[in-house]
């Protein structure tokens, strides 16, 4: 039983991680699967912990070895450590967003060779520049030019 | 690049995945997910929604994204481009296709359509008049491919077409009928439409295989068509 949970836990974070990896190719039903388990396994995974708590309690003073009590353990930390990562976005811990962007006028972009190519807007009168060797990190930066809300992705 | 609000709310994303080498991000505010390169909700409750394209330009008054501290070590190296470029494709491929994977072409779509340009192909080839779907529209490739620039060539209900200006007076185009001079931003600066301005096409810089894989329905363009 204590083994089924683990499992389940384990496959319902292991799945989705698997499907959207990059070089992979995905098909509409990968997505479909990956979205649901992303969107539930925080909820799901965390249950299960719980019930993992319990029967570890349950069955740890009838199991005086060494070996199960080790097995016990082993069980206990993998649904607790499933439940953690699912509440994670373990793409942002490649790829951290910035957490304050901060920017310089043109004339002070002394880190920006003249060749290097940017993502540029203007709108209503204000001008923004994304270097795309810093893009290619971050992928996503949130942004306000010209009063309007952007996303600037690469 | 695109505008935040949606479904009457501003959103926040996330980074949430990858579907056939283009990311996937998901908003903070429902969960849905949205495909960086159609800029679409692909599932979720907002499936279907569509974020707006906004339209870039260099500018001497731009402010600059600063390089992160904390993350400065992570930035992509000078010669990305090689390297990205040497990365495995893992869309299928039809046989029929004209174009290799890593082309690179310059993407356009208006109102559901859209067309392939293989970027060697344009590049300083000076203006390009081409008609898609039933819009007359305008490309010029140039500084050696690093500048792409995609406008409607429609002025007061009149299709003009565009040729480059010959001489010292290098970086100018001339339209016909009217032989009004214009820049490179779109905007004519002598002659009869003097003022006038075209509007400006958010094209996207894209490689062949992720271009037609999120735009089914492409066409590709050939010179002398």
Avoid at chain 2, 184 to 189: K, M, V
């Amino acid at each position: 039983m204590l083994c089924l949970l683990v499992g389940v836990s384990l496959l319902a974070v292991g799945i989705p991680v698997w499907l959207i990896q990059p070089f992979r190719h995905q098909t509409p039903q990968d997505l479909e699967v990956s979205y649901l388990l992303r969107r539930w396994s925080p909820v799901g995974t965390s249950i299960l912990a719980g019930f993992a708590v319990f029967w570890v309690l349950r069955l740890w003073r009838g199991s005086p070895g060494i070996l199960r009590r080790g097995g016990l353990s082993l069980a206990l930390v993998l649904a607790l450590l499933t439940a953690w990562f699912a509440q994670q976005n373990h793409f942002e811990w490649l790829f951290r967003p910035p957490a304050h962007p901060e920017y310089a006028p043109a004339e002070e972009a002394s880190f920006l060779a003249g060749e290097e190519r940017v993502l540029g807007i203007e709108l209503k009168g204000e001008a923004a520049a994304y270097p795309i060797r810093q893009m290619a990190y971050h992928h996503l930066v949130h942004d306000r030019v010209g009063g309007v809300p952007l996303v600037v992705t690469y | 690049m695109w505008e935040l609000t949606a479904d009457g709310r501003e959103l926040e994303f996330h980074l949430a995945g990858i579907n056939n080498e283009n990311f996937i991000m998901r908003d903070g505010q429902t969960g849905s997910w949205w495909q960086q390169a159609s800029g679409q909700a692909i599932l979720g409750p907002l499936k279907g929604t569509k974020l707006n394209a906004t339209w870039k330009r260099e500018h001497p008054a731009t402010r600059v994204l600063k390089r992160d501290p904390t993350t400065a070590g992570k930035y992509a190296a000078a010669n990305w481009e090689e390297e990205v470029a040497a990365y495995p494709v893992v869309t299928p491929r039809s046989p029929r296709e004209p174009l290799k994977d890593r082309d690179l072409v310059v993407g356009v779509e208006i109102s559901g359509a859209s067309r392939a340009y293989l970027l060697s192909e344009l590049t300083d080839r000076g203006p390009v008049n081409d008609r898609l779907g039933d819009s007359p529209i305008l490309l010029m490739v140039f500084e050696g491919g690093r500048s792409v620039r995609v406008f409607e060539r429609t002025v007061e209900g009149q299709a003009l077409e565009f040729f480059a200006a010959t001489g010292v007076d290098s970086g100018r185009i001339i339209d016909t009928p009217t032989g009004s001079t214009w820049d490179l931003t779109g905007l004519a600066i002598a002659g009869p439409l003097s003022g006038r301005r075209l509007a400006r096409l958010n094209p996207l810089l894209d490689y062949w295989f992720d271009w037609k894989t999120y735009h089914p329905d492409t066409d590709v363009y050939r010179a002398g068509r």
